[in-house]
């Protein structure tokens, strides 16, 4: 059973940075599709970024690419998400989200991912 951790969620202004962080463990499989994933109040949650644990491989979705970063550490199992360049519409509840299995070339979709952390709020001010 993976068990995942989000932290480093808070409030910045626009143009600021954040760092999210994921803890993951419980890995029983021997490839997993790591994720970032965000919900605004009153939108559907959606993909924001992928990658392919210990493989690599990264996915972005369009409003964010250029601004964020997805990144490892399979020392410390540990997932990020690099923010950059922050808009008010990033502003969501920001999950952590695994899968057994490659990562989808092109897509980062929810119900592709079976584990899921309890999320970390970040909240971008004009």
């Known amino acids: 059973q993976v068990q995942l951790q989000e932290s480093g969620g808070g409030s910045v202004q626009a143009g600021g940075s954040l760092r999210l962080s994921c803890a993951a463990s419980?890995?029983?499989?021997?490839?997993?599709?790591m994720g970032w994933f965000r919900q605004a109040p009153g939108k559907e949650r959606e993909g924001v970024a992928a990658?392919?644990?210990?493989?690599?491989?990264?996915y972005y979705a369009d409003s964010v690419k250029g601004r964020f970063t997805i990144s490892q550490d399979n020392a410390k199992n540990t997932l990020y998400l690099q923010m950059n360049s922050l808009k008010p519409e990033d502003t969501a509840m920001y999950y952590c989200?695994?899968?057994?299995?490659?990562?989808?070339?092109?897509?980062?979709?929810?119900?592709?991912?079976?584990?899921w952390g309890q999320g970390t709020q970040v909240t971008v001010s004009s």
């Open positions: 990658i392919l644990a210990r493989g690599g491989s990264t």
């Open positions: 419980g890995y029983t499989y021997s490839s997993y599709c």
């Open positions: 989200a695994a899968r057994v299995g490659n990562c989808y070339t092109g897509r980062i979709w929810v119900a592709d991912f079976g584990y």
